[in-house]
């Protein structure tokens, strides 16, 4: 069984809009998903995976990639298990496959030390 499993990714104009949610499972999580760090990373083709966006535990803080900053917006609902990313003013070098993470403690920005991770979604931004 996934642990996180993202949606809301597709190909859209430059300029455009997507929203990404990722949901936690209940079994992994149970109640404790407040309990977590949520992040999104992304990974285009050739490349390594890079972060995106975090936030912590009950939203209290968030952190973003400085090409992100002012066009994505992370937002989580601790009552459904949820972690959206909202993100507008697409650019083609947004294109990438994006990744939800989620990890009790440690640097938001730190891909090595999440926990969980999701099968990602794609996310194609045309010119």
Not at 11 to 23: D, F, I, K, P
Not at 54 to 60: F, V
Not at 91 to 97: G, W
């Amino acid at each position: 069984q996934a642990h996180l499993v993202e949606s809301g990714g597709g190909l859209v104009q430059a300029g455009g809009s997507l929203r990404l949610s990722c949901s936690a499972s209940e079994r992994t999580f149970s109640s404790y998903f407040s309990t977590y760090i949520m992040g999104w990373f992304r990974q285009a083709p050739g490349k390594e995976r890079e972060f995106v966006a975090a936030i912590t535990y009950s939203g209290e803080s968030t952190s973003y990639t400085d090409s992100v900053k002012g066009r994505f917006a992370i937002s989580r609902d601790n009552a459904k298990n949820t972690v959206d990313l909202q993100m507008n003013n697409l650019k083609p070098e947004d294109t990438a496959v994006y990744y939800c993470g989620a990890k009790q403690r440690g640097l938001l920005r730190d891909s090595g030390t999440y926990d969980y991770w999701g099968q990602g979604t794609q996310v194609t931004v045309s010119s």
